[in-house]
């Protein structure tokens, strides 16, 4: 018996270890520019789990990297429709709206991010990096409004070497 639990709970923490990377190794696909790879790792991710946000997040930052904004609007749309609570998505769907020139949309949304983002401790780092790196990207983002979210966050997680290496990252995918 005692063999039967933990074998089944070894399984159940390697399972969970692989998705873990899965997101991650997707996640490094999109930094380092190889987006089909990236949108492949995502839709497997999205598939095997649609209520998975952070890969339906990451999914829609792809489809945007591929320049099909209405892909990403479309999945953001179709998931906050099932789950309009969804802080990642929001961001998502404000970085659509920034790139479609809805400033006030946007901020909107992002505003509403990190009110439900927050908790006792405030809001959440990742929903503060994502508002920062959708301003920087987008080229009618506020980069100051950015600046101030990613400062938030970096006060927060000060050992959260993302938030520090989003300006320059996003920047050097803009230029």
């Given at each position: 018996m005692k063999t039967t639990i933990t074998v089944l709970l070894a399984s159940l923490l390697s399972a969970t270890a692989i998705r873990a990377q899965s997101m991650q190794e997707g996640i490094n696909h999109l930094y380092a520019e190889r987006y089909k790879s990236a949108k492949d790792v995502f839709e497997k991710l999205v598939a095997?789990?649609?209520?998975?946000?952070?890969?339906?997040?990451?999914?829609?930052?792809?489809?945007?990297?591929?320049?099909?904004?209405?892909?990403?609007?479309?999945?953001?749309?179709?998931?906050?429709?099932?789950?309009?609570?969804?802080?990642?998505?929001?961001?998502?769907?404000?970085?659509?709206?920034l790139i479609d020139?809805?400033?006030?949309?946007?901020?909107?949304?992002?505003?509403?991010?990190?009110?439900?983002?927050?908790?006792?401790?405030?809001?959440?780092?990742?929903?503060?990096n994502t508002i920062g790196r959708a301003n920087i990207d987008a080229k009618e983002g506020d980069v100051a409004y950015a600046i101030d979210k990613l400062k938030l966050a970096a006060q927060k997680d000060p050992k959260n070497a993302d938030v520090f290496s989003q300006p320059w990252r996003c920047l050097s995918e803009s230029s």
């Open positions: 095997t789990n649609p209520n998975n946000l952070d890969a339906v997040y990451w999914l829609g930052q792809t489809e945007i990297a591929l320049e099909d904004v209405k892909s990403a609007r479309e999945l953001y749309s179709k998931t906050l429709q099932a789950n309009g609570n969804a802080p990642l998505i929001l961001v998502g769907m404000g970085h659509v709206n020139g809805k400033k006030d949309d946007a901020r909107q949304q992002f505003e509403t991010a990190i009110n439900l983002s927050s908790g006792k401790k405030g809001p959440d780092v990742a929903v503060l």
